[in-house]
Nanobody, 122 residues
């Protein structure tokens, strides 16, 4: 079992920045891949970014490439998402996830946090 807890969401004006954290714990941790997903009201959960826990290889959704940065500190069992140049379309609940495959498909992630709300206003 892996327990994930997100923090750092909030309300920000368009063009601003937010920094999300996800702390992991549990017997099954570390997982091979960690990722961030988001879900806006009425929409499906979508991939944002992922990182290989050991090697550090990263993947990003096209919609956030160049604006968001995923990172980790292994010693703290913590995953991060630096979000810059935020847009109203980035408004969503952001979820941390853990899985064993390099994939953008939410179905292939085994463990999920409860999410943190990010709201961007214009």
């Amino acid at each position: 079992q892996v327990h994930l807890v997100e923090s750092g969401g909030g309300l920000v004006q368009a063009g601003g920045s937010l920094f999300l954290s996800c702390t992991a714990s549990g017997r099954a941790f570390p997982s091979v891949f960690m990722g961030w997903f988001r879900q806006a009201p009425g929409k499906e959960r979508e991939f944002v970014a992922s990182i290989h826990w050991i090697g550090g290889i990263t993947d990003y959704a096209n919609s956030v490439l160049g604006r968001f940065t995923i990172s980790k500190v292994n010693a703290k069992n913590t995953l991060y998402l630096q979000m810059n140049s935020l847009k109203p379309d980035d408004t969503a609940v952001y979820y941390c996830a853990a899985g064993s495959r390099r994939t953008s498909n939410a179905r292939n992630y085994d463990y999920w946090g409860h999410g943190t709300q990010v709201t961007v206003f214009s």
